[in-house]
Protein backbone atom coordinates (compact mmCIF):
# COMPACT_ATOMS: atom_id res chain seq x y z
CA UNK A 1 0.00 0.00 0.00
CA UNK A 2 1.38 3.44 -0.97
CA UNK A 3 2.46 5.81 1.79
CA UNK A 4 1.03 8.76 0.79
CA UNK A 5 -2.19 9.77 -1.06
CA UNK A 6 -0.76 11.50 -4.58
CA UNK A 7 2.76 11.82 -5.65
CA UNK A 8 5.02 13.01 -8.81
CA UNK A 9 4.20 9.85 -10.53
CA UNK A 10 0.55 9.86 -9.63
CA UNK A 11 1.07 13.71 -11.32
CA UNK A 12 2.71 12.25 -14.12
CA UNK A 13 0.20 9.96 -15.28
CA UNK A 14 -2.68 13.15 -14.75
CA UNK A 15 -0.38 15.40 -17.37
CA UNK A 16 2.65 15.39 -19.81
CA UNK A 17 3.17 18.68 -17.45
CA UNK A 18 4.61 16.86 -14.86
CA UNK A 19 6.90 14.28 -17.20
CA UNK A 20 11.02 14.55 -17.46
CA UNK A 21 13.30 16.64 -14.91
CA UNK A 22 11.87 19.92 -14.78
CA UNK A 23 8.14 17.82 -14.92
CA UNK A 24 9.13 16.08 -12.07
CA UNK A 25 10.48 19.05 -10.29
CA UNK A 26 7.34 21.17 -11.25
CA UNK A 27 4.78 17.81 -9.86
CA UNK A 28 7.24 18.06 -6.17
CA UNK A 29 6.34 22.20 -6.26
CA UNK A 30 2.83 21.61 -7.18
CA UNK A 31 2.60 19.09 -4.07
CA UNK A 32 4.12 21.61 -1.75
CA UNK A 33 2.06 24.66 -3.03
CA UNK A 34 -1.63 22.83 -3.39
CA UNK A 35 -1.45 21.85 0.29
CA UNK A 36 -0.36 17.73 -0.43
CA UNK A 37 2.47 16.95 0.70
CA UNK A 38 1.43 18.36 4.19
CA UNK A 39 -1.54 15.99 3.53
CA UNK A 40 0.65 12.78 2.52
CA UNK A 41 2.56 13.83 6.01
CA UNK A 42 -0.13 12.94 8.12
CA UNK A 43 -1.47 10.03 5.47
CA UNK A 44 1.82 8.55 5.71
CA UNK A 45 2.29 8.42 9.60
CA UNK A 46 -1.68 6.34 9.72
CA UNK A 47 -1.23 4.60 6.08
CA UNK A 48 -0.85 1.28 8.39
CA UNK A 49 -4.55 1.76 9.67
CA UNK A 50 -7.75 0.61 7.26
CA UNK A 51 -11.55 1.57 7.26
CA UNK A 52 -13.01 3.02 10.14
CA UNK A 53 -9.36 2.40 12.26
CA UNK A 54 -7.92 4.66 9.51
CA UNK A 55 -11.17 7.11 9.78
CA UNK A 56 -10.99 7.55 13.45
CA UNK A 57 -7.59 8.12 13.71
CA UNK A 58 -7.67 10.51 10.97
CA UNK A 59 -10.13 12.77 12.64
CA UNK A 60 -8.05 12.36 15.85
CA UNK A 61 -4.75 14.01 13.94
CA UNK A 62 -6.48 16.42 12.49
CA UNK A 63 -8.19 17.39 15.76
CA UNK A 64 -11.92 17.29 13.96
CA UNK A 65 -14.96 15.65 15.59
CA UNK A 66 -18.19 15.39 15.01
CA UNK A 67 -21.76 15.61 16.21
CA UNK A 68 -24.61 13.64 15.28
CA UNK A 69 -27.81 14.78 16.14
CA UNK A 70 -30.81 12.47 15.71
CA UNK A 71 -27.89 9.38 16.44
CA UNK A 72 -30.66 7.32 18.12
CA UNK A 73 -31.54 6.70 14.18
CA UNK A 74 -28.31 4.65 13.40
CA UNK A 75 -29.30 2.37 16.11
CA UNK A 76 -32.26 1.36 13.62
CA UNK A 77 -30.87 1.29 10.53
CA UNK A 78 -32.81 -0.71 7.54
CA UNK A 79 -31.60 -4.26 7.24
CA UNK A 80 -30.32 -5.31 4.57
CA UNK A 81 -29.62 -2.57 1.55
CA UNK A 82 -30.06 0.97 1.54
CA UNK A 83 -29.12 3.96 0.50
CA UNK A 84 -27.62 7.04 2.56
CA UNK A 85 -28.11 11.19 0.38
CA UNK A 86 -26.37 14.06 1.61
CA UNK A 87 -24.80 17.18 0.78
CA UNK A 88 -20.80 17.91 -0.25
CA UNK A 89 -19.99 21.25 1.97
CA UNK A 90 -16.63 20.23 2.12
CA UNK A 91 -15.10 17.65 -0.52
CA UNK A 92 -13.03 15.19 1.72
CA UNK A 93 -13.76 15.79 5.07
CA UNK A 94 -17.39 14.88 4.56
CA UNK A 95 -17.09 11.24 2.75
CA UNK A 96 -14.79 10.84 5.52
CA UNK A 97 -16.73 11.51 8.79
CA UNK A 98 -19.85 9.18 7.04
CA UNK A 99 -17.61 6.40 6.35
CA UNK A 100 -16.93 7.02 9.93
CA UNK A 101 -20.42 7.16 10.93
CA UNK A 102 -22.20 4.61 9.40
CA UNK A 103 -19.57 1.61 8.33
CA UNK A 104 -18.65 1.31 12.25
CA UNK A 105 -22.98 0.41 12.09
CA UNK A 106 -22.38 -1.66 8.93
CA UNK A 107 -19.15 -3.25 7.68
CA UNK A 108 -20.05 -3.52 4.12
CA UNK A 109 -21.08 0.27 3.95
CA UNK A 110 -19.64 1.76 0.47
CA UNK A 111 -19.61 5.74 -0.40
CA UNK A 112 -19.15 6.50 -4.24
CA UNK A 113 -16.63 8.53 -4.80
CA UNK A 114 -14.80 10.18 -7.53
CA UNK A 115 -11.64 8.20 -8.78
CA UNK A 116 -9.27 10.75 -7.55
CA UNK A 117 -10.31 9.80 -4.28
CA UNK A 118 -9.77 6.55 -4.96
CA UNK A 119 -5.90 7.30 -4.59
CA UNK A 120 -6.62 7.05 -0.48
CA UNK A 121 -6.44 3.09 -0.53
CA UNK A 122 -6.54 2.76 3.47
CA UNK A 123 -10.82 3.56 2.63
CA UNK A 124 -10.66 1.66 -0.56
CA UNK A 125 -12.77 -1.24 0.90
CA UNK A 126 -15.41 1.43 1.26
CA UNK A 127 -15.54 2.85 -1.64
CA UNK A 128 -16.34 2.60 -5.40
CA UNK A 129 -15.03 4.84 -7.65
CA UNK A 130 -16.44 6.83 -10.53
CA UNK A 131 -14.45 9.26 -13.35
CA UNK A 132 -14.81 13.03 -12.57
CA UNK A 133 -16.03 14.78 -15.30
CA UNK A 134 -15.87 18.79 -16.11
CA UNK A 135 -18.86 21.06 -14.74
CA UNK A 136 -19.27 21.97 -18.54
CA UNK A 137 -19.90 18.19 -18.78
CA UNK A 138 -22.85 18.86 -16.35
CA UNK A 139 -21.39 16.10 -13.92
CA UNK A 140 -23.03 13.21 -15.17
CA UNK A 141 -21.41 9.96 -14.04
CA UNK A 142 -19.90 7.97 -16.91
CA UNK A 143 -18.23 5.20 -15.34
CA UNK A 144 -20.80 2.11 -16.39
CA UNK A 145 -18.70 -0.41 -14.25
CA UNK A 146 -18.94 1.69 -11.29
CA UNK A 147 -22.84 1.72 -10.94
CA UNK A 148 -23.07 -1.97 -12.12
CA UNK A 149 -21.08 -2.36 -8.67
CA UNK A 150 -23.03 -0.34 -6.99
CA UNK A 151 -26.01 -2.27 -8.42
CA UNK A 152 -24.28 -5.59 -7.64
CA UNK A 153 -23.43 -3.97 -3.96
CA UNK A 154 -26.79 -3.44 -3.62
CA UNK A 155 -28.35 -6.46 -5.13
CA UNK A 156 -26.14 -8.31 -2.45
CA UNK A 157 -28.42 -6.59 0.49
CA UNK A 158 -25.32 -3.76 1.37
CA UNK A 159 -26.06 -0.43 1.76
CA UNK A 160 -24.31 2.51 -0.47
CA UNK A 161 -23.91 6.43 0.41
CA UNK A 162 -24.07 9.13 -2.35
CA UNK A 163 -23.06 12.96 -3.02
CA UNK A 164 -25.64 13.57 -5.40
CA UNK A 165 -24.31 16.94 -6.36
CA UNK A 166 -21.64 15.16 -7.82
CA UNK A 167 -19.57 18.32 -6.61
CA UNK A 168 -18.90 20.08 -3.81
CA UNK A 169 -21.05 23.20 -2.33
CA UNK A 170 -19.78 26.51 -3.52
CA UNK A 171 -21.09 29.79 -5.36
CA UNK A 172 -23.80 27.83 -8.26
CA UNK A 173 -25.86 30.09 -10.58
CA UNK A 174 -23.72 33.45 -10.13
CA UNK A 175 -25.01 33.79 -6.57
CA UNK A 176 -22.53 34.45 -3.91
CA UNK A 177 -24.33 32.21 -1.88
CA UNK A 178 -22.86 28.84 -0.78
CA UNK A 179 -25.52 26.05 -2.44
CA UNK A 180 -25.31 22.91 -4.18
CA UNK A 181 -25.08 22.14 -7.94
CA UNK A 182 -28.13 19.90 -9.18
CA UNK A 183 -28.71 16.57 -8.57
CA UNK A 184 -27.20 14.20 -10.72
CA UNK A 185 -30.14 12.56 -12.98
CA UNK A 186 -27.65 9.48 -13.19
CA UNK A 187 -27.98 9.10 -9.44
CA UNK A 188 -31.50 9.51 -9.00
CA UNK A 189 -32.41 7.14 -11.67
CA UNK A 190 -29.95 4.84 -9.92
CA UNK A 191 -32.07 4.95 -6.75
CA UNK A 192 -35.16 4.54 -8.44
CA UNK A 193 -33.98 1.58 -9.77
CA UNK A 194 -32.92 -0.06 -6.49
CA UNK A 195 -36.17 0.49 -4.57
CA UNK A 196 -34.28 0.33 -1.11
CA UNK A 197 -34.79 2.84 1.66
CA UNK A 198 -32.78 6.08 1.17
CA UNK A 199 -31.97 7.94 4.68
CA UNK A 200 -31.21 11.47 4.13
CA UNK A 201 -28.32 12.90 6.03
CA UNK A 202 -27.48 16.90 6.57
CA UNK A 203 -23.20 17.60 6.82
CA UNK A 204 -23.09 21.49 8.69
CA UNK A 205 -20.69 23.58 7.18
CA UNK A 206 -18.62 24.97 4.56
CA UNK A 207 -15.41 25.58 3.19
CA UNK A 208 -13.13 28.77 3.49
CA UNK A 209 -14.52 32.08 1.72
CA UNK A 210 -11.08 31.85 -0.31
CA UNK A 211 -11.95 28.42 -1.47
CA UNK A 212 -15.44 29.47 -2.50
CA UNK A 213 -13.81 32.41 -4.21
CA UNK A 214 -11.73 30.75 -6.14
CA UNK A 215 -14.79 28.79 -7.38
CA UNK A 216 -15.89 32.11 -8.86
CA UNK A 217 -12.91 32.68 -10.82
CA UNK A 218 -12.07 28.89 -11.67
CA UNK A 219 -13.35 25.55 -10.73
CA UNK A 220 -10.07 23.94 -11.18
CA UNK A 221 -8.36 26.49 -9.42
CA UNK A 222 -10.82 25.49 -6.64
CA UNK A 223 -10.06 22.16 -6.83
CA UNK A 224 -6.27 22.70 -6.07
CA UNK A 225 -7.68 24.38 -2.39
CA UNK A 226 -9.19 21.01 -1.37
CA UNK A 227 -5.88 19.89 0.64
CA UNK A 228 -5.76 23.21 2.56
CA UNK A 229 -9.71 22.48 3.22
CA UNK A 230 -9.27 19.05 4.60
CA UNK A 231 -6.31 20.57 7.30
CA UNK A 232 -7.49 23.69 8.04
CA UNK A 233 -10.75 22.40 9.74
CA UNK A 234 -8.48 21.19 12.71
CA UNK A 235 -10.14 22.06 16.31
CA UNK A 236 -14.08 22.20 14.72
CA UNK A 237 -16.91 19.77 15.72
CA UNK A 238 -19.08 19.24 12.73
CA UNK A 239 -22.82 18.50 13.18
CA UNK A 240 -24.06 15.92 11.00
CA UNK A 241 -28.02 15.69 10.75
CA UNK A 242 -29.88 12.04 10.03
CA UNK A 243 -33.47 12.46 8.62
CA UNK A 244 -35.79 9.98 9.20
CA UNK A 245 -35.53 6.94 6.49
CA UNK A 246 -37.58 6.99 3.83
CA UNK A 247 -39.26 3.72 2.70
CA UNK A 248 -39.51 2.59 -1.52
CA UNK A 249 -43.25 3.14 -0.84
CA UNK A 250 -43.13 6.71 -0.24
CA UNK A 251 -40.31 7.40 -3.30
CA UNK A 252 -42.48 5.53 -5.72
CA UNK A 253 -45.32 7.89 -5.71
CA UNK A 254 -42.71 10.08 -7.58
CA UNK A 255 -42.65 8.50 -10.89
CA UNK A 256 -40.87 11.10 -12.81
CA UNK A 257 -36.82 11.52 -12.14
CA UNK A 258 -36.61 15.40 -11.77
CA UNK A 259 -39.35 15.12 -8.98
CA UNK A 260 -37.81 12.06 -7.09
CA UNK A 261 -34.35 14.51 -7.23
CA UNK A 262 -36.76 17.55 -5.95
CA UNK A 263 -38.25 15.37 -3.02
CA UNK A 264 -35.14 13.70 -1.85
CA UNK A 265 -32.86 16.72 -1.80
CA UNK A 266 -35.47 19.00 -0.40
CA UNK A 267 -35.32 15.86 2.71
CA UNK A 268 -32.07 16.49 2.94
CA UNK A 269 -31.58 20.15 3.17
CA UNK A 270 -34.65 20.79 5.82
CA UNK A 271 -32.44 18.63 7.99
CA UNK A 272 -30.49 22.23 8.14
CA UNK A 273 -32.94 24.02 9.82
CA UNK A 274 -34.91 21.34 12.00
CA UNK A 275 -33.48 21.19 15.82
Not at 71 to 98: K, M, Q
Request: glycine share 8%; proline share 4%; charged share 20%.
Amino acid sequence: MKKVILNEADLAEMSPAFRGIFGHLFARLFLWIFGVTAVNKVYSELSHLNGCEFTKAWLKRLNVQYFVENEERLSHLPEGAFITVSNHPFGGLDGIILVDMLATKRSDYKFMVNSVLMHVETMSEHFVGVKPVTPKRGSTVENSGALKLTLRHLKSGSPIGFFPAGAVSGYYQNKMEISEKEWQPTIIRLIQSAKVPVIPIYIHGQNSWYFNLLGKINWQLRTTRLSHEVLNKGGQTIKVTVGEIIPWEIQKQYKNIEELADFLRSKTTELKFKK
